[in-house]
């Protein structure tokens, strides 16, 4: 009996097993192993390959040589643009992932007709929608005299065809879990099908100077479906998240190989599409009310950006056995770390209560500056003491319970005084910046300002 030459590849790492499995040992998923029949390899004639007897020179450059910043498509969306780092680079491969619905069609297909009405030559490929419901989205958006070139395909061949017989300047793909290659027998949305096209597609991006941008669906982990050597392949990936129940969305860069990666766009979901925030800080505090014990509001950055918002907290007692520890937009590890150091240098206990921490409007916070502003939160709920309500506060916090100073300490205090707040609780040592800055060297100094005394 032949033996199958079928292999199985796990769909989120890439692995290649000899055997299905339940779960996967490289990466540990459950139920990722999808059965593939490999291509088979080039040069396998009988004959055997022909090998080329000339040899192309290696040409080596100074390292130290003067070299021009590569030329930018703006798109005239400020917050896209400050993600991409100044707008798209001609050439690149651009790859842009967030929830079903979140707004990643609306958003690039707005770039898209920005583009050209500016003159380039945009072209919109969709492989999930009809060229009709596309129009009527573009309809809706006020987009429709926007001289974008649109296509629904799905075939990698069609597409590439179609886009080197007059190359664009941009070029949309949604979304590339849907395209497929006849050179492969595998189905589309495989890692060999996804592999396979992201790799054409850039190659074509390379070699004609388009910007081509793929659309990739995430998991339910929030990480862009498929192998991640799709996000090795090309020059940028962006991610636009955000709370369906909240109206604002974050484009937010985690690569990029021409321009910072730690910049965000916000832009604010409506009517007629997205429009751009300028002052994300105004919109993260809207809403705000008077002081109350557990809320603080954290001056953080964003890139270049300082960014306020609130950090609300929550102690009680546990209603059962064991204390519950709930986070949301923030990271649960550094929460634990937060609470031991409170416990064991300012004698506060925790063990017996839950505690529930919120960032308020759904922004995801990763620095490390944000640990003070979650202490003061958790103590204020603890004692039951309200924060200022003029007052912001930043510093991170040290297993020895020391307040470090962070960076950018100064833009922080600026945009908080932009904003009417008057008081600081900082590290020690900063200068004020027009602020009243109290200087915490210690999470103790902190507990001794709030705590009340014997009530």
């Not at 690149?92 to 079903?100: M, N, R």
């Not at 974050?250 to 190989?257: D, E, G, M, S, T």
């Not at 429009?275 to 008077?290: H, I, T, W």
Request: glycine share 12%.
């Amino acid at each position: 009996m032949p033996r199958s030459d079928a292999v199985y590849v796990c769909q989120s790492c890439g692995a290649v097993h000899a055997k299905w499995a339940g779960r996967c040992d490289d990466c540990g998923s459950w139920n990722s192993l999808q059965e593939e029949t490999p291509a088979a390899p080039l040069g396998t004639q009988a004959s055997g390959p022909k090998r080329s007897t000339r040899r192309s020179r290696l040409e080596l450059v100074d390292l130290g040589s003067a070299t021009d910043d590569p030329p930018r498509f703006e798109t005239g969306m400020a917050e896209f643009d400050r993600v991409a780092g100044g707008g798209l680079v001609p050439g690149s491969a651009v790859l842009v992932g967030g929830d079903p619905g979140i707004g990643k069609s609306t958003l690039l297909l707005q770039a898209a007709a920005r583009l050209a009405r500016a003159g380039q030559r945009a072209v919109y490929i969709s492989g999930e929608e009809a060229a009709d419901q596309v129009r009527r989205r573009a309809r809706r958006l006020g987009l429709a005299d926007a001289p974008v070139a649109l296509a629904a395909e799905t075939s990698l061949e069609s597409i590439l065809d179609g886009l080197k017989s007059d190359p664009p300047a941009i070029a949309v793909l949604d979304s590339i879990q849907t395209l497929w290659s006849d050179q492969l027998a595998a189905a589309p949305g495989t890692v060999a099908q996804v592999r396979a096209c992201a790799q054409e597609l850039v190659r074509f991006a390379k070699k004609r100077g388009t910007a081509v941008i793929l659309v990739g669906h995430v998991t339910k982990d929030g990480q862009i479906a498929g192998p991640r050597v799709v996000e090795h392949m090309v020059d940028a990936v962006l991610y636009f998240e955000g709370e369906r129940s909240h109206q604002f969305r974050i484009l937010r860069a985690v690569k990029n190989r021409f321009g910072p990666t730690d910049e965000i766009g916000v832009f604010e979901m409506g009517d007629a599409g997205l429009g751009e925030v300028a002052n994300p800080s105004a919109l993260f505090l809207d809403g705000r009310g008077a002081a109350a014990p557990g809320t603080a509001v954290f001056a953080g950055m964003e890139g270049t950006r300082p960014v306020l918002t609130e950090i609300q907290a929550l102690v009680a007692p546990a209603a059962f056995g064991t204390p519950r520890r709930a986070v949301v937009g923030w990271d649960s590890g550094r929460l634990a770390m937060v609470l031991a150091v409170l416990e064991a240098r300012c004698g506060i206990g925790f063990g017996g209560k839950d505690v529930y921490l919120n960032v308020a409007g759904g922004l995801k916070i990763a620095e490390p500056a944000a640990d003070l502003a979650v202490a003061a939160a958790l103590v204020s709920s603890a004692f039951d003491v309200a924060l200022p309500a003029e007052g912001v506060v930043f510093g991170e916090i040290a297993l020895s319970g020391d307040v470090r100073p962070v960076g950018r300490a100064e833009a922080r205090l600026k945009e908080a005084a932009k904003l009417g707040f008057t008081r600081a609780l900082a590290p020690a040592g900063i200068d004020g910046a027009g602020l009243q800055v109290t200087g915490i060297d210690t999470v103790h100094t902190l507990v001794t300002r709030l705590d009340p005394g014997p009530q």
